[in-house]
């Protein structure tokens, strides 16, 4: 009722404004492409079913009245289509006076329709006539197009405008249409000792009682479907969030993971742990190639290198952690452990490092230098759960992160491309199921000592 109170507190065009703005909350792009599409959608199916309703009362004149004079309601009818035609152009989510104009004369041309006689007519009947045809009803025909097209508060204003030029044309020709005394004298004959019939009968009552009870009746119509509107209007904006959740997820989680997490009522930010594989890629000697060139360059290097990376993260069921600058952190098993998340990883990195070969074939045809990738795979537990109080980030925790990029450090004195733990080499091999794991390419080399481990390790290189 304070959206109500507002519009004759405020006028229509602020109260829409104040209670838009008090409604829709901060900005959010997924949400105003919603809008801006469910906006124009409505508009197209309002204006095809203003379209057919008019059509088909316009088929029906003939038959109620076929009279030559009915033409200028067909042409009335036109005026109505074309108004609906302009609103499908000129609408746009948000508040619009351009809208709300156009609706004003569609008000204002119905009220004309139905209050003032046809001047084409050949009868010379009391203005007050033209309230006993049901014209009245007509107006729902614009109340239900614009459940498809306005929002909530212009389906309000509607009713209220609608209420407010019935009631202000009815009261106009109540105290200034002249009274036909000869009609009014046959009416009260005919009707002698019938005070009240007598008065209703009369050609000259506007029935002022009956044109407030319709312009009552209206509003209460035009609210009840303002809250339905309402209603939806919420809904969309619940699944335009829902929208934008998915794609940010979809930043992070493979597509397969996303629609998983999307039926999940588990929320990620319960701390656990489990066993999972970490993957770093990091690019050598970034820092001296991005001196010797120029920084537009550099970063549509790093963009490109980073979709590589990205796609065959995801496309390996993988989930992409964090870019570390000239380098990411991907984990797979995470949100949830797979059957395969030792054997992905691995799949993962050889893919990188072909996706490189095949990226730096590209730069050598274009005159540019080659750029080398390393790699680092662990396998071991991690402690995973949200971290921070306002804005969050899903972490992963664990020392099994640590000798990943340990390992991917390790490269650079092995001339190898790829470092991979024997705990990660032992759990693909376990995942494949009796099945040789292939490991071509691979060399074993014991004790190896980790910077930041006290016991040597035993790791693999793929050169």
């Not at 609608?162 to 005394?181: C, H, K, N």
């Not at 930010?269 to 594989?277: E, N, T």
């Not at 799949?347 to 072909?354: G, P, S």
């Amino acid at each position: 009722m304070s959206s109500v109170a507002d519009y004759f507190k405020d006028g229509p065009l602020r109260a829409f404004a104040k209670s838009r703005e008090a409604d829709r909350g901060a900005p959010n792009p997924v949400a105003e492409a919603a809008l801006a599409r469910d906006k124009q959608e409505s508009l197209d199916l309002a204006v095809k079913a203003r379209w057919v309703a008019l059509a088909i009362i316009a088929a029906m004149i003939p038959f109620i009245n076929p009279r030559l004079e009915m033409l200028y309601y067909e042409a009335a009818l036109a005026g109505l289509a074309l108004i609906a035609w302009i609103q499908r152009k000129v609408g746009r989510t948000g508040l619009s006076q351009i809208e709300l104009i156009l609706m004003f004369c569609d008000l204002a041309l119905m009220t004309i329709i139905c209050v003032f006689p046809n001047p084409f007519g050949s009868e010379d009947w009391p203005l007050p006539m033209s309230f006993r045809f049901a014209g009245f009803m007509y107006f729902f025909i614009l109340l239900a197009g614009a459940t498809l097209a306005y929002s909530w508060r212009t389906m309000i204003a509607m009713g209220f405008w609608t209420a407010g030029l019935w009631l202000l044309s009815s009261g106009a020709v109540w105290m200034f249409a002249p009274i036909d005394q000869v009609l009014a004298a046959g009416a009260q004959t005919a009707f002698a000792g019938e005070g009240r019939m007598a008065d209703m009968l009369d050609p000259n009552n506007v029935q002022i009682d009956i044109r407030i009870q319709e312009a009552v009746v209206f509003v209460i119509v035009a609210l009840i479907l303002a809250l339905a509107a309402r209603r939806s209007y919420r809904l969309l904006i619940g699944q335009a969030e829902m929208q934008r959740e998915r794609a940010n997820l979809a930043r992070y989680f493979s597509p397969n993971v996303v629609e998983e997490l999307s039926h999940n009522d588990e929320p990620l930010k319960q701390v656990r742990s489990q066993d999972i594989a970490v993957l770093f890629v990091d690019i050598v000697g970034f820092t001296k190639y991005a001196a010797a060139t120029n920084p537009e360059q550099v970063i549509d290097t790093l963009r490109a290198f980073h979709a590589r990376m990205e796609k065959e993260v995801f496309r390996h069921h993988g989930t992409l952690d964090k870019y570390l600058g000239d380098g990411l952190m991907a984990t797979f098993g995470t949100p949830a452990i797979g059957e395969r998340d030792a054997l992905n990883a691995l799949d993962c990195a050889r893919a990188m490092v072909a996706s490189v070969d095949a990226w730096n074939a590209e730069r050598a045809a274009a005159g540019e230098p080659p750029i080398r990738a390393s790699f680092g795979l662990h396998y071991g537990p991690v402690v995973l759960g949200d971290i921070g109080e306002n804005r969050l980030e899903f972490a992963v925790i664990g020392n099994t992160v640590n000798i990943a990029s340990r390992l991917e450090a390790l490269t650079r004195e092995h001339d190898a491309v790829l470092v991979a733990s024997d705990a990660l080499i032992d759990r693909t091999r376990e995942e494949a199921n009796g099945e040789k794991a292939d490991l071509e390419k691979f060399s074993k080399r014991a004790d190896q000592p980790i910077r930041g481990i006290e016991e040597p390790m035993t790791v693999w290189t793929f050169a």
